[in-house]
């Protein structure tokens, strides 16, 4: 920890303090990290340099905004705080690109808790990613499967997920389980279909490097040198997510994705991937990842639909 001293010169403190000093007060609970203090007419600041940089730039802005309009009111400070968050996640994300596209789009980590996603995968041979729909979960997930395929990590990829109907009746559909199954998995071949070329991805599928089946499909298989999402993972039972687990072969890599707040299973069954996190949670090599309504990469309200019904308790 450093500490550095602002010294507040040709300032109406109470103009730029705020009230009962609330526009600083304001910048400190952005900071957690950090201890920010105003005594008279000096702004102490605790905390790492790069944190105390950050906030330092915020309060030269403030300051600037205070010269040029002889004041500084609460939506002010948020704004800035705000402006200053977004630079951050960028600067956070800028350099981590996955892959690129079959379009040429670059695909890459977009918020913080995204590229938290990639480091854990990159540390772990177990990661939960866990979080609302929108989040990017089982999108980065499938980006970070594609490239371990390209670079060579690992000789195939296996993605599943478990057969619960979410309301919907499954037994009238034509075909088997995969077939009854594969309308469910349309996010998934979405997001291959914008990494891997048309061609290129069925010929993997045709060849089995590329494998999508319903997580019956992987009783009593080991999976050696494969890249293996269980997606929806909060509609397995304790037992599934048990028997998927001890599926881990040697070189390989997997990711459970889920939604805990979206169980879809009949009310007197348990969800695996609840019980999972918490018997699994501290073992070394399994990470666990928390995505959260700020990770919504989805039409703007889709934030503001999740808070709510966050808010509501439902």
Partial sequence: MVEKIITLDDVSLPEFLGVENQNIKQVASAFPESKIVSRGNEIRIKGTPPEILRINDLLNSLLDHYHRYGTVTPDNVAQYIHE?????????????????????????????????LVDTVKKNDLVFALGPAGTGKTYISVAMAVRALKNKEVKKIIITRPAVEAGENLGFLPGDLKEKIDPYLRPIYDALHDMVPSEKLKYYMEDNIVEIAP??????????????????????????????????????????????????????????????VKVLEGIEGIGIVNLNAHDVIRHKLVKSIIKAYDDAGI
């Fill in 84 to 116: 200053d968050e977004k630079a951050e996640e960028q600067e956070s994300t800028r350099d981590e690109v996955l892959i690129y596209g079959t379009k040429g789009t670059v695909i890459k980590p977009k918020t913080p808790n995204q590229m938290a």
């Fill in 215 to 276: 997580l019956a499909y992987m009783r009593g298989r080991t999976l050696n040198n494969a890249f293996i999402l269980l997606d929806e993972a909060q509609n397995t039972t304790p037992m599934q997510i048990k028997m998927f687990l001890t599926r881990m072969g040697p070189n390989s890599k997997v990711i459970i994705t889920g939604d805990k707040s979206q169980i879809d299973l009949p009310r007197n069954h348990k969800s695996g991937l609840s019980e999972a």
